[in-house]
């Protein structure tokens, strides 16, 4: 899972750094970063097994109640 | 051409191997009779889409979501629309994952497979779209020639005897098995949002009408196949008949032919996750306004590869999950959705036909 995310991060950095250094548009760089580390914090907390909120779950319960109507 | 072969792949996408299962649970024996009407929903649907896409050929869909709705009111659907495509994308990985785990290779851990599938998914979406579909139109002869390959390696074994019970628990079964196909087909509306991409314009509706039609009907094929073959016993409890599909086929020295099969599944699977991976990257660049999406195609992958781990702990989850809500989910997105797009552009033209006949 650590190496999996560290690899992820590498091939994304090497990617991505020549683009913002040339480009040096600032909205695009913090973009790029938020969204990483939010990934990064996710895998993170993850690997911490700490208890998160589960999106299916959210799904879940407001989607049931439909579902059950139909066959 | 290339949409037409890009819808086929669409459809038949994850559904190859979880449809058979699904509909054997709701539709006993009258898996053809469910099949067919799923045929026809899937003909019907296609031309809602189309219609639905007729409006913004030019434009692109997020642009015509804020034409119609207003900045804010069209940001919120084109960001619920988004989350529908980023599920859909978590659970197809974590489904091919669990599925290369369960069965080709036991001993590899999950994250390891879908990381790579993931690696390779970004590499496509950043290359583009017409890069994908001239790939798509380079893996698909290899596609039919293995599904014909299937089909008819397998036909032999097709006892016709294990269709017999016909109509036997009356119209209530064949609704059910419908309409587990149908919560597959209304993943294509999709597709809509590539529309705005294509060149031939006139020419895209047909295929994609087309492409459809012709990718439920694949699949009903695979799933009738897998009902002949093994009878309904042995195929309700299995989870992946049409791997088993593969695997009953035996040659003298060539042994482990059904990993032919999971080739089919692996290029039809690519291209969906491929293409779901696109739609959501585009639509969240084009709602945080950034020129180039491929700035986020990376963070949007470390994000659902976390997701996709959070949100789904394990395989009965997902199970559970697509048994109790993914209907209703994509009924939400995939009819009435696009239903209300069309009445809302309907009274629209209404509202402005009065006025210009009143000057």
Redesign the interface.
């Known amino acids: 899972m650590i190496f999996s995310l560290l690899l992820f991060t590498i091939v994304a950095l090497v990617t991505e750094l020549p683009n913002i250094r040339k480009n040096n548009i600032k909205k695009e760089r913090w973009i790029f970063l938020t969204f990483m580390f939010l990934g990064i914090g996710l895998t993170i907390l993850y690997t911490l097994q700490v208890p998160m909120p589960n999106l299916l779950d959210l799904l879940t319960a407001i989607f049931n109640y439909p579902n059950t109507l139909l066959p | 051409m290339q949409f037409f072969i890009i819808s086929i792949l669409f459809v038949v996408g994850d559904a190859i191997l979880y449809v058979p299962s699904l509909i054997v649970q709701g539709a006993s024996h009258t898996i053809w009779i469910a099949g067919l009407i799923g045929m026809g929903e899937a003909v019907l649907l296609s031309l809602l889409y189309a219609l639905v896409s007729q409006q913004f050929t030019t434009k692109g869909f997020f642009p015509y979501l804020e034409l119609t709705f207003g900045r804010w009111l069209g940001r919120i659907f084109f960001l619920l629309f988004l989350l529908y495509v980023m599920?859909d994308v978590i659970l197809m990985i974590f489904e091919m994952g669990s599925f290369m785990v369960t069965v080709i290779m036991p001993e590899t851990?999950l994250?390891?497979i879908?990381?790579v599938f993931?690696?390779v998914v970004i590499i496509g979406a950043r290359l583009g779209l017409e890069t994908l579909s001239r790939a798509a139109e380079v893996l698909f002869p290899w596609f039919c020639v293995f599904f014909f390959l299937l089909v008819c390696l397998n036909f032999p074994n097709a006892k016709f005897e294990n269709m017999q019970p016909f109509f036997e628990g009356g119209i209530?079964t064949i609704?059910?098995g419908n309409?587990s196909l149908v919560s597959y087909i209304f993943e294509s509306a999709i597709l809509i949002v590539i529309f705005p991409y294509i060149r031939e314009k006139d020419q895209a509706a047909k295929a994609y009408i087309k492409g459809i039609t012709i990718g439920v009907t694949l699949l009903v094929i695979i799933s009738l196949l897998s009902l002949l073959v093994f009878g309904f016993s042995t195929l309700k409890m299995e989870l992946y008949p049409s791997y088993l599909l593969g695997q009953t086929l035996e040659f003298n020295f060539l042994s482990h032919v059904e990993v032919i099969m999971a080739v089919i599944w692996f290029i039809s699977l690519f291209f969906k996750v491929a293409i779901c991976f696109f739609v959501s990257a585009q639509g969240i660049s084009q709602l945080?306004?950034?020129q180039?999406y491929?700035?986020?195609t990376?963070?949007?992958?470390?994000?659902l590869?976390?997701?996709s781990?959070?949100?789904?702990p394990s395989s009965m989850?997902l199970i559970h999950?697509i048994n109790?809500?993914w209907?209703?989910?994509s009924?939400?997105y995939g009819l009435l959705f696009p239903l209300f797009l069309l009445t809302v552009e309907l009274i629209r033209k209404n509202r402005k036909s009065p006025r210009m006949n009143g000057r």
Not at chain 2, 298 to 303: E, L, S, Y
Not at chain 2, 309 to 312: A, L, R, S
């Open positions: 599920v851990p994250e390891a879908i990381m993931l690696l209530h609704v059910k309409v945080v306004k950034i180039d491929r700035i986020v990376f963070p949007i992958g470390i994000f590869f976390a997701l781990f959070i949100c789904i989850y999950f109790s809500t209907l209703s989910y009924i939400t």
